[in-house]
């Protein structure tokens, strides 16, 4: 067996036993925040793709969050029941893509299926990532920087500035995704150890994925964009769509981050497309190291799961801004390495460690 | 749309444009020096106006702004000195994060400070209601002083950069580092004399305009993005197209309101960014030559 299955094994069975130290510890209460860390990791991981193996640099994955959860969160509540006669309408309803269910107040709603909202936000994710993408990933630098950035704000600006989207309020009251019959993903305290699961069972899939993707062909490959662009051009490797592919890529695992976040939590506001959070994202891939699954992995883990818990309180952002600066100034290869003790010993002797670039 | 409403909002652009293009400048200033954008250009305005507002409440106005940028230029000082300075040719992917991270550490230090709220100087002659009839287009006077002060900060920076030793040295930084240190320039104290510089002309921005735009803690980010917006339009480190660059998007958000929603403003200035960055990344008043980017 590959190494890399027994390090997934090893994950399992750590996420597991957190489950257990919970349920020992009578505090399952813990496993609300987990779960939505679990949600966030599934961004982090497709992020750390993107940043560390492929060496381009996002500040608008908020953005890409943003799109998945307010479509899921539009579809599955906008009240389609008045326009029942209408031909497209019925046609949805009869194709099982529209689903009625009964509202607060005991009359019938009818609205996009929670799984067909699901494949509409990805889609779209998927195509906005797409149709920028392009452009976008020939800048560099400064450049690529702010044009995500730009991005990033144009999703908050949109999100905070539509009325049909809430405005500063977001959409609340978004029903639970039935994924089959009896699973659901919800708040609900009763399907809370299901939920834990179900979401760290998905990180899992999408660190599984990554892996093969790294340890493939296409992972060398950005392996060498990431090292040196110009050289990989040179040597054969399509770099414009290996970049687009990862940027499309991380963008979907975004999107979906946000269906399922939103689903989970039962609404979604305009903060969550702040530029904050894709700062708070890209400290996290940075502290972990960039080009490491794990470390990110970890980091995301640690990291989300203090801040949901308000451990930080009101300092919450500018922790994540000190983490920034100190990673960057005094290990920009990230806390999570396999060389850390060499640096500390290094440290430790009174050499300031030197530079070997990013 | 009659002939007075479309002057109004011309003023009413030229007036934005003027601050965006004192955030512009200051991008040209530190990139000229050191090839970093710095990402907290912004922070700058916000804290210029936020500290002209404190020191207002037991100095006289022309002396709180003095104060205000004063200390503003210091804590440019020291944010060189102690994130940039020491560092080994940085990768400009760390140079970005480092500078949004700073740009978050002020702007949370400025939350926890002044608190959510904004804040407004006062305007500087007359009131909030006075306004000055130009044939026709009544002009608040608070838009005299933001264009009038934004006009003789872009002179003195042109004749600074042209017959100051400071300022030659500076240049002489910005197109070759090694042949400065040669000549016996010393490149280190210039790359903080460009970030006290700049933020100095930050904060007088901020100080200057917040009568009419109100600053708050959170203010600082969207003036960074429309700042490096113009920055790119009239070409990277090039301030004096920085500034009718500054107009032309001032101008293009201020009509765009008479047909989007307000909210949706700030979307304008950064789809411009994007076309901009994708069609012509070198500006529309620079030319495609690297060279001509790397010249004040």
């Known amino acids: 067996m590959k190494a890399r299955y027994l390090q997934v094994l090893a994950f399992v069975a750590l996420v597991s036993a957190i489950q257990l130290l919970t349920r020992v510890t009578d505090s399952a209460y813990h496993l609300t925040q987990l779960t939505m860390t679990a949600y966030y990791s599934v961004l982090i991981i497709g992020l750390c793709m993107l940043v560390g193996y492929a060496g381009q ?6 953005g890409f969050f943003c799109i998945g959860g307010y479509i899921a969160a539009f579809l599955t509540t906008h009240d389609l029941s008045m326009h029942k006669g209408k031909p497209l309408v019925a046609l949805l309803s009869k194709t099982g893509i529209l689903a009625s269910r009964p509202d607060l107040y005991g009359g019938n709603l009818l609205t996009f299926h929670s799984w067909a909202a699901c494949v ?9 990532a797409w149709v920028i993408g392009g452009p976008v990933l020939k800048l560099k630098g400064h450049y690529l920087a702010m044009a ?12 905070l500035g539509t009325t049909l989207l809430g405005a500063a309020d977001g959409i609340s009251d978004v029903p639970p995704f039935w994924v089959l019959p009896g699973i659901e993903i919800s708040g609900n305290a009763s399907v809370r150890v299901m939920n834990y699961y179900i979401a760290w069972g998905l990180v899992t899939a999408g660190v599984v994925l990554l892996l093969n993707l790294i340890h493939s062909r296409a992972g060398r490959g950005l392996a060498a964009i990431h090292g040196a662009e110009d050289a990989a051009e040179a040597m054969g490797i399509p770099t414009a769509r290996y970049k687009l592919n990862t940027f499309v890529l991380s963008a979907v695992f975004a999107a979906l981050a946000g269906v399922l976040l939103t689903h989970y939590n039962g609404g979604i506001g305009p903060s969550e497309a702040s530029v904050m959070k894709s700062v708070r994202y890209l400290a996290i891939v940075a502290i972990g190291g960039m080009a490491n699954l794990w470390g990110s992995l970890f980091m995301s883990l640690v990291l989300n799961y203090l801040s949901l818990r308000g451990y930080f309180g009101t300092y919450d952002d500018a922790v994540f801004g000190c983490i920034l600066i100190l990673i960057m100034l005094f290990a920009p290869e990230g806390l999570i390495r396999r060389s850390i003790l060499k640096d500390l010993k290094r440290f430790v002797s009174g050499g300031v460690a030197e530079e070997t670039g990013p | 749309m009659n002939i007075d409403l479309f002057f ?28 970093i954008i710095n990402f907290a250009q912004g922070e700058f305005v916000m804290l210029g106006g936020m500290t002209a507002v404190t020191f207002h409440s037991f100095l006289p106005l022309p002396l709180a702004i003095i104060v205000a940028v004063m200390v503003v230029t210091i804590i440019g000082a020291l944010i060189e000195v102690l994130f940039i300075r020491w560092l080994h040719k940085p990768s400009v992917l760390r140079m970005i994060i480092i500078t949004i991270g700073i740009s978050i550490l002020i702007r949370e230090t400025a939350l926890h400070i002044w608190g959510e709220g904004v804040q407004a100087l006062p305007y500087f002659t007359g009131t909030s209601v006075s306004a000055l009839n130009l044939g026709g287009v009544f002009v608040s006077p608070q838009v005299i002083w933001v264009v009038g002060i934004g006009a003789i900060v872009v002179v003195l920076l042109n004749v600074f950069f042209n017959y100051t030793i400071l300022g030659r040295q500076l240049r002489a930084c910005s197109a070759n580092r090694d042949a400065a240190r040669l000549c016996g320039i010393n490149a280190k104290n210039v790359v903080t004399f460009s970030f006290m510089l700049s933020a100095a002309i930050g904060a007088l921005g901020g ?6 735009t109100y600053v708050q803690y959170d203010s600082g980010t969207p003036l960074a993005i429309k700042g490096f917006t113009v920055a790119i339009l009239g070409g ?12 032309i998007l001032g101008v293009l958000e201020s009509f765009s309101i008479a047909v989007l929603p307000a909210a949706y403003k700030d979307v304008i200035a950064i789809v411009i960014l994007l076309c901009i960055l994708f069609i012509r990344p070198s500006g529309i008043f620079g030319s495609t030559e690297a060279a001509r980017l790397k010249e004040f």
């Open chain 1, 148 to 159: 995500t950035l730009g991005f990033g704000t144009i999703v908050y600006r949109i999100a």
């Open chain 1, 120 to 128: 509409v936000a990805m889609l779209t994710a998927l195509v906005i």
């Open chain 2, 236 to 247: 990277l480190g090039n301030s004096t197209a920085a500034v009718g660059a500054g107009m």
């Open chain 2, 8 to 35: 109004q909002y011309v003023v009413a652009g030229i007036t934005y444009g003027t601050v965006y293009a004192i955030v512009a400048i200051g991008f040209n200033i530190i990139y000229n020096a050191t090839g």
């Open chain 1, 57 to 62: 640099i996002s500040l608008g994955h908020a």
């Open chain 2, 207 to 212: 100080s200057i305009v917040s009568p009419i």
